[in-house]
């Protein structure tokens, strides 16, 4: 009588490489939460940028105020929201608001899982605009603050009053 043998793994194998597995995995775990923060204020930042540029431009060439504001939906200015999302439209009235007649020329939701966003401007309002004669941010200068829950490094984005993007890393936020 013949007996067929049957390879598979003994219990005790099987627990030291789920041992061995949850080491690794305890080990990493932080590193992969870092390095997405470190991503996220990347991303943020990069698409902070290209945001501000479009408007710029569109402004100068469309000859009409771009207005740059929080948004939840992605189709009202909502402020205090910048964590939610933002919209860019072009503010035919100068109110700050979308209505129906304006268009919206780009919105990007923002989805923070490791720092908060907020707008600071020298007028204190929580939105920007870029003049339409100019494409000039006239007033609406001032930065973006990411801060890092994660105490990764913080990002700022500063706007100045002739439309130049620069950013900065400061210690504290």
């Given at each position: 009588m013949f007996f067929r043998q049957i390879k598979a793994f003994t219990l005790i194998e099987l627990i030291v490489t789920i041992t061995i597995l949850a080491i690794i995995t305890t080990i990493a775990?932080?590193?992969?939460?870092?390095?997405?923060?470190?991503?996220?204020?990347?991303?943020?930042?990069h698409n902070l940028i290209m945001s501000m540029h479009m408007a710029k431009n569109h402004a100068a060439i469309q000859h009409n105020n771009v207005v740059i504001c929080p948004s939840v939906d992605g189709l009202n200015c909502?402020?205090?929201?910048?964590?939610?999302?933002?919209?860019?439209?072009?503010?035919?009235?100068k109110n700050r608001q979308v209505d129906v007649d304006e268009k919206i020329i780009f919105t990007r939701a923002i989805n923070l899982k490791y720092g908060n966003l907020d707008w600071r401007g020298t007028l204190s309002i929580p939105s920007l605009t870029f003049q339409a004669s100019n494409g000039l941010p006239n007033g609406s200068n001032g930065s973006f603050y990411y801060c890092s829950s994660d105490q990764v490094t913080h990002s700022k984005v500063v706007l100045s009053r002739m439309g130049h993007i620069r950013v900065e890393h400061p210690v504290n936020c």
């Open positions: 775990l932080p590193h992969f939460h870092g390095l997405m923060a470190k991503q996220e204020i990347k991303s943020t930042t909502q402020a205090n929201s910048w964590n939610s999302g933002y919209l860019g439209f072009m503010d035919i009235n």
